[in-house]
Each structure stands twice: as structure tokens, then as C-alpha cells.
């Protein structure tokens, strides 16, 4: 889930500069919460295209793209933001032997509310 958090932000930065003191290029953070609610840090991917580059492609941040359009001397799209550049809310729900899809928190709600719905009228 894209969220955006100054604590969550803090804390990936400060774990990328522990390992490198002049960072340069993509770097993606995975955290999860404990049980006080801080993130920490679990894994660091530097410098290449992450699992979920996919994720940030259907979200409208195609960076291989932009890597071909470097590469070729093209001009890149304007990104508005450097640090977490994708809305707030976007899912990517992966699983063994299934598609990836993106969706938002939103349809997830609604999706969750129509199954409880079915769920009463069937009595389940």
C-alpha cells in the first residue's frame, strides 16, 4: 500500500544513508510495522529495477522507460515528486500463481463491502 509518512520517510532514509553516504540512483525500502507501530526497515533494493517495478509502471511511473528515454537522450515525463511519487492508497496485490493487480484502497473497501453484503443475503 502507498502511503505517504514523514516518520516512514525518516526512517527509510536514514537506513539507505547507513549503508551508502552519497546515495545515487533507485532505491526501495520495504518496512513493517512492530508492535508499538514503528516502522523498521527489513530490506534495502538499490540501484536496479525492484520486484514491483511493474507496480509503479501500472501506477503511471514507468521507470524502464524512462531509463530507455535516458539512455536515447530523450526528455523524461515531469515527476512531481521526488520522494514517493505515487498517490497515497494504491495497493498491489500479488499471490503464488496469479497476476498482480493494482488497485486502490478504495475498491478494496467497496469489494470488501459487496462480499459482506452477499455474505448476509446467503447467510454465511
Do not use: C
Request: proline share 8%.
Amino acid at each position: 500500500m502507498t502511503i505517504s509518512d514523514p516518520t516512514v520517510d525518516a526512517i527509510a532514509q536514514r537506513a539507505i544513508l547507513a549503508i551508502d553516504g552519497q546515495p545515487n540512483g533507485i532505491f526501495s525500502v520495504d518496512l513493517t510495522y512492530d508492535r508499538t507501530g514503528l516502522p523498521n526497515p527489513t530490506e534495502i533494493n538499490i540501484g536496479r529495477f525492484f520486484i514491483t517495478h511493474l507496480f509503479f509502471s501500472e501506477a503511471g511511473l514507468n521507470m524502464p522507460e524512462m531509463y530507455l528515454k535516458l539512455a536515447f537522450g530523450e526528455t523524461l515525463p515531469p515527476i512531481a515528486k521526488r520522494l514517493n511519487p505515487l498517490p497515497e492508497g494504491l495497493a498491489w496485490i500479488r499471490g503464488m500463481d496469479v497476476a498482480p493487480v493494482l488497485a486502490t484502497e478504495n475498491a478494496i473497501a467497496e469489494t470488501a463491502r459487496a462480499l459482506e453484503a452477499r455474505r448476509k443475503r446467503l447467510h454465511v
